[in-house]
């Protein structure tokens, strides 16, 4: 596997020779690119003599290669064939370039130009670490799923003391390996995921609804698509762009949502039921706006409950994974919900914590199986993703095992 090194201008450019020989030992094919500034600290020879390739230092070739048509094009060639891009040190100021998508050298503009997923170590003085800017940057790199390998504490090569000093080569190199490993991990899964809110009229202008905004539902997608796979996302109403590359499914009721579930059900090799599915629906819905006239009563019947639907319906090799919501006793009406339904597995919310959940960018969630309890702390949804990708994959494991015998 290729895995590209980008070396950008900090005094912690020396030790991306470290990390150089740390992917070598890996087995893994290193091609190294320089930024001008980064060559004020560190010859491209020591890469190139390091990596036996040509380390390159900018979208402009100087050499006989300019004669080279294909190298018009190099930063393209080298950002498609790339398994993973990895830049240590990031700078303050290539953080930001990133963050704002200039490109106006090879590494800005391979960085968008990769598919591969991106692994960024930043290195920098401990204010500019913390400035307002930089960290602003970094949320929105990694909101857009890039890795961030966070810097150690300690004392800075400009003296002062405090965050910013590239984090150990081990740190980064176990990122690396973590995302070249769940790349295509996915491929030949069809992953159909319901997301959102489901809403029910009430009348033309007014519905029954709730608090899901859709971002762990569509979270998911994004992972599942960025990891090899087909996706099908049926989503109710939300404020979110899909990720490209999803087939979506846009839904309004819970009933719509039921018959686009079960239309697709027989395709998908794994099921997600991250969506808020109404639980009612009024009895009546009225045709014209109901007007205001003293107290109201409206007559609820209940939904189907689709997750039910869908584990009678399974067939072999289908994994079925649900979410609970829960405000109290999270844990046990969680187990409860996993055994009445009879999912795979059930992603456990506690929605009663401030600050995540709900419309939040970040949340804390409790993987539960029959047998086990995996706890993942607060993080961003997009990580959140993952780990929860990886524990559902982990549910084939001991089915394959006993194919293969
Ligand atoms: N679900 C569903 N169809 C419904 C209700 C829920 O498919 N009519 C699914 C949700 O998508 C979720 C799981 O069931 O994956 C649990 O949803 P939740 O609202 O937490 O549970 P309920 O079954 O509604 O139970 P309760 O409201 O009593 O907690």
């Given at each position: 596997m290729?895995?590209?090194v ?11 020779v ?26 491209p ?34 950002a ?7 830049v240590?040190?990031a700078?303050a ?6 963050a ?13 130009a990769?598919p ?11 204010n ?5 800017a930089?960290q ?63 809403r ?18 569509y979270?998911?997608?994004e ?57 009612y ?9 109901l ?31 649900g979410?609970?919501?829960e ?20 992603v ?9 959940g709900f419309?939040s960018?970040?949340?804390a ?9 995996i ?5 961003t949804?997009?990580e ?22």
């Amino acid at each position: 596997m290729k895995v590209t090194v980008g070396v950008s201008g900090g005094i912690a450019a020396y030790k991306a020779v470290e990390l150089v020989r740390a992917f070598q030992r890996q087995a893994l094919d290193v091609h190294v690119v320089m930024t001008e500034a980064a060559q004020r600290f560190i010859q491209p020879l020591t890469f190139a003599s390091l990596t036996g390739h040509r380390v390159i230092t900018s979208l402009w070739n100087d050499g006989p290669e300019e004669e080279n048509p294909a190298s018009a094009i190099e930063h393209i060639d080298t950002a498609i064939s790339t398994d993973a891009l990895v830049v240590a040190p990031a700078t303050a100021n290539l953080v930001a370039k990133f963050a704002q998508g200039l490109a106006d050298d090879f590494l800005t503009t391979m960085y968008l130009a990769t598919p591969a997923p991106v692994v960024l170590a930043p290195a920098m003085n401990v204010n500019m670490w913390n400035h307002p800017a930089t960290q602003a940057n970094l949320r929105l790199l990694e909101d857009r799923g890039v890795r961030i390998v966070p810097p150690e504490s300690g004392q800075l090569a400009c003296g002062m003391v405090g965050s910013g000093r590239l984090a150990e080569t081990d740190a980064i190199l176990r990122a690396v390996l973590d995302v070249l490993h769940r790349r295509n991990d996915l491929a030949g899964e069809t992953v159909l995921i319901t997301a959102g809110g489901t809403r029910e009229s009430i009348d033309p202008v007014r519905f029954l609804g709730n608090r899901s905004s859709g971002k762990m539902g569509y979270a998911l997608a994004e992972a599942a698509l960025r990891r090899g796979a087909k996706v099908v996302l049926v989503s109710a109403p939300t404020a979110l762009r899909p990720p490209l590359g999803c087939e979506v499914v846009p839904v309004t009721t819970t009933e719509e949502m039921r018959t686009a579930v079960l239309g697709r059900l027989p395709e998908a090799t794994i099921i997600v039921k991250a969506a808020a599915v109404a639980d009612y629906r009024p009895v009546v819905q009225a045709e014209q706006k109901l007007k205001r006239s003293g107290p109201l009563t409206i007559e609820l019947q209940p939904t189907e409950d689709i997750l039910a639907e869908v584990v009678q319906r399974r067939r072999e090799g289908q994994l079925v994974i649900g979410f609970a919501a829960e405000t109290e006793n999270a844990l046990v009406h969680g187990r409860d919900k996993l055994l009445r339904k009879g999912a795979d597995a059930i992603v456990l919310n506690d929605v009663s914590r401030e600050g995540i959940g709900f419309d939040s960018d970040r949340n804390a969630v409790t993987f539960l199986t029959r047998q086990t309890a995996i706890e993942f702390p607060e993080m961003t949804k997009r990580e959140l993703a993952d780990r929860i990708l990886e524990e559902v994959m982990s549910l084939r494991r001991p089915q394959k095992v006993v194919a293969e015998q």
